[in-house]
């Protein structure tokens, strides 16, 4: 069952013309990987609606102030790497590439923070797919081959930020859990916690409302 664009715009109502933009390459994505029923539809495009501010950000800000760095390096646990940066605030704030390398830096098959790999392979798509690794294997699963990582910003094209949150969908078994109505569970496997599970669920409802 394809969405239209009418009931894009109607979950995701901060759309706007990025509704009628994204609605062709959603609709091929999701036929490609099995999210075909109304309980699949909801739960992703909930969850992608989230994750991209309802379709308008396909890349990651990390735009952030001193103050910004350190709430988020307090509020995470003592050995991660965000806690780390608190002490280096003042130096990253304002500084997006050397905030991404400075947090994604050696982690997720990235190089070192001084090999730019962090900045280069930041979160894209509609999902958010981050580092080295994941973008190699999700360029294996579109191409066949490595053109993810050398041209990375393909994921912030609807196509391709489309194709890569369904692909990152279903190799993680969530249309599993979206046959079962385990919408939290679907969060905590995108975003390694509940963070704005509020807003998901209010989008998920809406999901399940407007595709009856």
């Known amino acids: 069952m394809p969405i239209t664009e009418h009931q894009l715009q109607q979950i995701l109502p901060n759309a706007g013309q990025k509704a009628g933009v994204f609605v062709p390459a959603l ?102 797919l981050t580092g080295r690794l994941n973008y190699n294997a999700c360029s294996e699963a579109l191409f066949s081959d490595g053109r993810l990582l050398a041209t990375p910003e393909l994921l912030e094209h609807p196509v391709y930020a489309s194709l890569s949150a369904a692909w990152f969908w279903q190799i993680n078994g969530l249309n599993g859990l979206a046959d079962r109505g385990e919408f939290l569970q679907i969060t905590r496997n995108i975003n390694g916690g509940a963070n704005g599970q509020e807003d998901r669920q209010k989008l998920y409802e809406r999901a399940l409302a407007v595709l009856q």
Do not use: C
């Open 27 to 128: 609709n091929a994505a999701m036929g490609k990987y099995a999210i075909i029923t109304r309980l699949r539809i909801a739960a992703f495009i909930a969850q992608i609606g989230h994750e991209s501010g309802h379709l308008q950000r396909v890349k990651e800000n990390l735009n952030y102030r001193a103050e910004r760095i350190r709430e988020i390096g307090l509020a995470s646990s003592p050995n991660s790497r965000w806690r780390s940066l608190v002490p280096r605030a003042a130096e990253l704030a304002g500084n997006p590439e050397k905030l991404a390398n400075a947090v994604y830096g050696g982690r997720m098959g990235n190089g070192a923070e001084s090999s730019g790999d962090g900045w280069r392979f930041p979160g894209r798509g509609l999902i958010q």
